[in-house]
Nanobody, 123 residues
């Protein structure tokens, strides 16, 4: 019924910028917290940034001052503006959403993940 789809990844040189988007589609009642995670080969998936429906944000220390998370509730979309990228930022970036759906008269709370978008930062 509902899915999250990331976009905006790609190859960028160190010091460059990328803007990731994650749009939720389907029958959505509301989306609570949304966030971005990343995972590099051989490493554990780690949180990058999160944002509540009301706009409260939280960042991992390694991206503070470089990344900015935002959302557009009307579009059911969360963004991640990534500036001053370094090779260590290279990973598959996944968006996550606490999504409440409505199906056949029932509300269901879902912890959804997108398929991921690759970010590669060259040195």
């Amino acid at each position: 019924q509902v899915q999250l789809v990331e976009s905006g990844g790609g190859l960028v040189q160190a010091g460059g910028s990328l803007r990731l988007s994650c749009a939720a589609s389907g029958v959505i009642s509301r989306i609570n917290t949304m966030g971005w995670y990343r995972q590099a080969p051989g490493k554990q998936r780690e949180p990058v940034a999160g944002i509540t429906r009301g706009g409260e944000t939280n960042y991992a220390d390694f991206v503070k001052g470089r990344f900015t998370i935002s959302r557009d509730n009307a579009k059911n979309t969360v963004y991640l503006q990534m500036d001053s990228l370094v090779p260590e930022d290279s990973a598959v970036y996944y968006c996550n959403g606490d999504v409440v759906t409505f199906y056949r008269g029932a509300f269901t709370r879902n912890d959804l993940w997108g398929q991921g978008t690759q970010v590669t930062v060259s040195s």
